[in-house]
């Protein structure tokens, strides 16, 4: 039997609605209803008026954030964003386009570019350690700077960086981690590992050289950098000694425990927390169990690896992003100093790998809800909210389709193959097709198209969106480099090394060694070579002006 974070085998992911012909007639219906207004050019400027107010009377929250939450849709670019916008809309019998999501109401927002120091195009691992540590690294890398090379356990000694979790813990907070994937999966490690490897998940992952030459597994880790007091995701697999059953799936080999150091890291946590409130949980029965008001600290990892995509989920077993978001912020916001809180909408991009658009667009529907969830939780005027995507994917939203047409759907137009086409589709991945020089005739059931035929489609380079309300959101504006999104949500809270915001002060003296590591000097030139280099410069300098 399969565990349920096992991928499952390809299905038709086809019909939002179970008419295709009742949806359109329903979509009909609206179009007509809007079409009355829509077709008065007073609608439009009154809209506009309204918005145009609405930003005048904004006034600018400088206060210091008590609270950080931090929302993050893996591989939720702009064309997913829109696209989850519609099928939001689509789910409550709307056409969707003019679907107002949560997101959608926050103020202030900014571009941010993705590219990692090495590559065009990043991973989740690299663009994780630029927003959450402040500086930019290489592809497959954790919590290291650019000078640690990918799978070198001995290039990752002295170039370790400590993120804006470690900030907040420092500066007496209460931290926090919620993902819908393995809690030792690239995005949420970056909150407190260093690696070589992204891969590196147990021990098992490791290479013995890795081991050999004093480097740490990341489940490891999530015990021993920092003091996290709440830890909400899957991965036990990684947590256990090779071979232990897992309590959900005693029967599938493939979720039994892979650590090979014998190492049982629950029952670690579970002792390093004697003497607090502290709650370990697998189930929805034992965490809709955990109060909130009594709790010190809590781990749920609900699956042997990553959660089920949310339109598969097992409501009486496993808690929505919604229901995990709710009980972090409940135990966290108990702390008078505040929090620091990263969600993870970590499965649209696992979705968006398997070309499957209509997984990836309900994951972010999903995240939508639970940064509702957040908002209605939290007060603006002290909680700093951010909502950002790591990277894009390269899911294209084509083919003029009518408005209020599923999202789902295919694109009223036909190729010159006179073969119809999917609306949304991707520039790689499985959804390649041809037979004998042929498209496959979707008209009736298909799985989104792809235009060159790859086993998992890739990431996408063009820059995300960031979003942000509450204190200093005003900071999150224009288009940035992704490692300044840590440095901007530090200085709101006060935390790290730049302290200005508390102290009244806005101009900055540069100090690069300031942070919680120690600045790495490899790679600066020192000695005679600094003063080679000055003099090179000088010359050079001389030969301009002659």
Request: hydrophobic share 35%; glycine share 8%; net charge neutral.
């Amino acid at each position: 039997m399969l565990a349920k974070n096992n991928t499952p085998p390809r299905c038709v992911e086809t019909k939002e609605l179970p008419s295709q012909l009742w949806h359109r007639t329903n979509m009909l219906m609206l179009m007509l209803q809007h079409g009355t207004k829509e077709r008065k050019k007073w609608f439009w400027r009154s809209e506009a008026q309204k918005s145009l107010q609405s930003v005048l009377d904004r006034k600018l929250n400088s206060n210091i954030a008590k609270n950080i939450l931090f929302f993050l849709g893996d591989g939720m670019g702009i064309t997913t964003y829109t696209a989850a916008r519609i099928l939001k809309g689509q789910l409550q019998n709307q056409t969707g386009e003019e679907t107002v999501m949560t997101m959608d109401t926050f103020p202030s927002v900014g571009l941010v570019k993705t590219y990692s120091v090495d590559f065009q195009i990043p991973d989740s691992a690299a663009t994780a350690t630029a927003y959450l540590c402040g500086v930019k690294t290489n592809l497959n890398t954790i919590g290291v700077s650019a000078a640690a090379r990918n799978g070198v356990c001995k290039t990752q000694k002295g170039n370790e960086v400590t993120s804006i979790l470690k900030w907040a813990k420092d500066a007496g907070k209460s931290v926090g981690i919620v993902t819908t994937t393995r809690v030792q999966h690239a995005t949420p490690a970056a909150t407190y590992a260093h690696s070589a490897s992204r891969k590196w998940y147990s021990d098992a992952d490791m290479p013995d050289a890795a081991k050999n030459e004093g480097c740490t597994d990341i489940a490891a880790q999530l015990l021993k950098n920092i003091d996290i007091d709440v830890i909400i995701g899957g991965g036990r697999k990684y947590m256990t000694p090779k071979g232990t059953k897992d309590p959900e799936y005693p029967r599938d080999f493939f979720s039994r425990g892979k650590r090979k150091d014998g190492r049982n890291l629950i029952d670690e946590w579970k002792i390093m927390k004697t003497g607090k409130v502290a709650h370990y949980v697998w189930n929805k029965t034992d965490f809709d169990a955990v109060n909130p008001e009594t709790t010190d600290y809590l781990m749920a990892l609900f699956e042997p690896g990553d959660l089920r995509f949310e339109a598969e989920r097992d409501p009486s077993m496993d808690p929505s992003i919604v229901e995990t978001t709710e009980k972090a912020i409940r135990i966290l916001q108990k702390n008078p100093k505040g929090f620091f809180l990263l969600v993870e909408g970590g499965r649209i991009d696992q979705a968006h790998h398997a070309g499957r658009a209509y997984m990836a667009l309900h994951e972010t529907v999903a995240f939508d809800y639970a940064i509702a969830k957040g908002l209605e939780l939290t007060k603006e005027h002290e909680t700093l909210t951010i909502v950002m995507a790591d990277h894009s994917h390269t899911v294209t939203f084509n083919g003029y389709p009518f408005r209020g047409q599923s999202i789902l759907g295919k694109s009223p137009l036909w190729a010159t193959d006179l073969m119809p086409y999917t609306t949304l589709m991707y520039g790689n991945g499985p959804g390649h097709k041809i037979t004998n020089g042929k498209r496959p005739d979707i008209s009736d059931d298909y799985i989104q198209l792809s235009a060159v035929p790859t086993e998992s489609a890739t990431h996408s380079g063009e820059d995300v969106a960031v979003l942000a309300r509450g204190p200093m959101a005003h900071l999150f504006q224009g288009v940035q480099e992704q490692n300044y999104i840590a440095h901007a949500m530090a200085y709101a809270a006060c935390v790290g090394a730049d302290l200005r915001h508390c102290q009244g002060k806005t101009k900055t003296s540069v100090d690069h060694t300031g942070f919680t590591e120690n600045a790495n000097v490899a790679g600066r030139p020192c000695g005679s070579v600094a003063l080679l280099s000055s003099l090179l410069s000088v010359l050079l300098a001389l030969t301009i002006l002659m």
